[in-house]
Structure formats: structure tokens, C-alpha cells
Nanobody, 121 residues
């Protein structure tokens, strides 16, 4: 149905910036909310940010607010996660996800395979 593919992860230094991309297979994504989640080793998966496809309304976790920007490119069916001032707490596998309906930090039915971000200090 909906296939998601993340890219852009890698090894970076503390203080660096990184932009993750999520390419979606759907021709039209307007009914969906797109989200980014992350899971650090030994920790629970946590919500990072979300954006609605139709109007671009965003929602951020308090832990990343101010350092992270989520955006989307309709022509490319792609969602981005721009991360600045990276620190060791940002080390995790980052997942792109999609859900039908309103902006939320839960209820996502479709998931990508994840892209690894490692921040060295």
C-alpha cells in the first residue's frame, strides 16, 4: 500500500547538522500525516516530529523542539527531517512513518526500514 524509504543517515560529529529524507510510494499523500520516530539502543521508540501532507502543519516532541524541522516536498513525495546541533542523545535509528487522519504522535500504520544516525563527541 504505502512504502517508505529513509535515507541520509550516517556518522557525524556533535554540533553538526543532518537532513534525513523519506521517499513515499503514494501518488497522493494529502490524506496522511507523516511522522519521524527514533529508537536509541536499549530505549523505547520515541516520537520526533510530524507533518500533515495537505496543509503542512507540524508538531514536534519537546525534546527536539528548536533543533529539528520537518518539511515535505509534494512533487517528490518526500518528507525531510532537518536536524541541527546534533548531540549524543540524537544517536538512534530514525524511522519514517505514515498514518491516515489528523496530526498525532501515535497510530502510525506504515513504516520505513530506518536509517542510522550516529553522533560522535
Amino acid at each position: 500500500q504505502v512504502q517508505l524509504q529513509e535515507s541520509g543517515g550516517g556518522l557525524v560529529r556533535a554540533g553538526d547538522s543532518l537532513r534525513l529524507s523519506c521517499a513515499a510510494s503514494a501518488r497522493t499523500f494529502f490524506p496522511y500525516t507523516m511522522g519521524w520516530f527514533r529508537q536509541a539502543p536499549g530505549k523505547e521508540r520515541e516520537f520526533v516530529a510530524a507533518i500533515t501532507w495537505n496543509d503542512g502543519i507540524t508538531y514536534y516532541a519537546d525534546s527536539v523542539k528548536g533543533r529539528v524541522t520537518i518539511s515535505r516536498d509534494n512533487a517528490k513525495n518526500t518528507v525531510y527531517l532537518q536536524m541541527n546541533s546534533l548531540n549524543s542523545e540524537d544517536t538512534a535509528v530514525y524511522y519514517c512513518a505514515a498514518r491516515r487522519g489528523p496530526l498525532s504522535d501515535y497510530g502510525y500504520a506504515y513504516w520505513g526500514q530506518g536509517t542510522q544516525v550516529i553522533v560522535s563527541s
